[in-house]
């Protein structure tokens, strides 16, 4: 079992940034691969961004490439992810979920574990 807890969410002005922190518990972080969905009201949950096990690899949706930035840090069993350029139709929870094979995918089902979500809020 692990046990993920997001924070950093937040209100925020549209241009303004957040950094959002998914603390993990287990002894094998280093080799989960992770990723931040995200749902907005009325919306299906979606993929936002993924790191693989070592950091080499990540993936971001096309509304956030360029703007966003996943990364982790092992040592501390954490995951990031730096929200930059925030625009309101970024608004949403935001989820952190853990792969245990280690891959970053973009499919829900991929992913094993789940946080309770971050709440990001971006007025225009």
């Known amino acids: 079992q692990v046990q993920l807890v997001e924070s950093g969410g937040g209100l925020v002005q549209a241009g303004g940034s957040l950094r959002l922190s998914c603390a993990a518990s287990g002894r094998t972080f280093s080799r989960y691969g992770m990723a931040w969905f995200r749902q907005a009201p009325g919306k299906q949950r979606e993929f936002v961004a993924g790191?693989?096990?070592?950091?080499?690899?990540?993936y971001y949706t096309d509304s956030v490439k360029g703007r966003f930035t996943i990364s982790r840090d092992n040592r501390k069993n954490t995951v990031y992810l730096q929200m930059n350029s925030l625009k309101p139709e970024d608004t949403a929870i935001y989820y952190c979920?853990?792969?245990?094979?280690?891959?970053?995918?973009?499919?829900?089902?991929?992913?094993?574990?789940w946080g309770q979500g971050t709440q990001v809020t971006v007025s225009s």
């Open positions: 979920a853990v792969d245990v094979d280690g891959s970053v995918q973009n499919m829900e089902r991929a992913y094993d574990y």
């Open positions: 790191i693989n096990w070592s950091g080499m690899r990540t």
